[in-house]
């Protein structure tokens, strides 16, 4: 199975700061064919079940606003909020889909400070 | 628009069956363009994948390893649902249930039913 380890579990950033969550797998999960990482980052907030935010490492969903943004490719993979709002507080997830099984990362709590 | 509604009993006795339902609203379990998947989540193993079923010409399942011997998943086209059934369940099965869609295209689970708490306990 391919693991995927972030960084750092919990965060603490000031309203209107910048955040970053790291994600690393264990092993490339770029798809040559379609030169695509097969990496998606997903929002969970308390008693709600996860919200997709991005795909293909880099791609928002619909509706998701433009201050959350993906990168990376291969094994390396950030998410970055440009401006923390309020509503931001969740836990934060990576997940790939290169391989059978699904993974996901442990998860990252992010806070205001 | 997607919509998964789940359903069944949040407590199981040890050793008994686990049953869920998805019910699938906006889209056909039988489409070519959608895996259904149950995943679940407890505190010592964060988000774990469980398993899937999905139509491409004829129905196919996909399991974890980790449950793979106990395990089922089925679709019901009658009612436009699947299913998740868990055999022999221990305490270590306590978690939230969630069923998911993915979506073929982009391969993102872009939408989840709003997860059961499932607690296994005599």
């Known amino acids: 199975d391919i693991v995927m380890t972030q960084s750092p579990d919990s965060l603490a950033v000031s309203l209107g700061e910048r955040a970053a969550i790291n994600c690393k797998s264990s092993?490339?999960?770029?798809?040559?064919?379609?030169?695509?990482?097969?990496l998606a980052w997903y929002q969970q907030k308390p008693g709600q079940p996860p919200k997709l935010l991005i795909y293909?490492?880099?791609t928002r969903e619909s509706g998701v606003p433009d201050r959350f943004s993906g990168s990376g490719s291969g094994t390396d993979f950030t998410l970055t909020i440009s401006s923390l709002q309020a509503e931001d507080v969740a836990v934060y997830y990576c997940?790939?889909?290169?391989?059978?099984?699904?993974?996901f990362g442990q998860g990252t709590r992010l806070e205001i400070k | 628009q997607v919509q998964l509604q789940q359903s069944g009993p949040g407590l199981v006795k040890p050793s008994q069956t686990l049953s869920l339902t998805c019910y699938i609203s906006g889209e056909s379990v039988s489409s070519n363009t959608a895996a259904w998947n149950w995943i679940r989540q407890s505190p010592s193993r964060g988000l774990e994948w469980l398993g899937r079923?999905?139509?491409?010409?004829?129905?196919?399942?996909d399991y974890a390893v980790s449950v793979k011997s106990r395990i089922t998943i089925n679709p019901d086209t009658s009612k436009n649902q699947f299913s998740l059934q868990l055999n022999s369940v221990t305490p270590e099965d306590t978690a939230v249930y969630y069923c998911?869609?993915?979506?073929?295209?982009?391969?993102?689970?872009?939408?989840w039913g709003q997860g059961t708490l499932v607690t296994v306990s005599s």
């Open positions: 998911a869609r993915l979506c073929t295209i982009n391969s993102a689970l872009d939408y």
């Open positions: 079923t999905y139509y491409r010409s004829k129905w196919s399942n």
């Open positions: 092993q490339s999960v770029l798809y040559s064919s379609n030169n695509k990482n097969l």
């Open positions: 997940r790939q889909y290169y391989s059978a099984p699904i993974t």
């Open positions: 293909w490492a880099s």
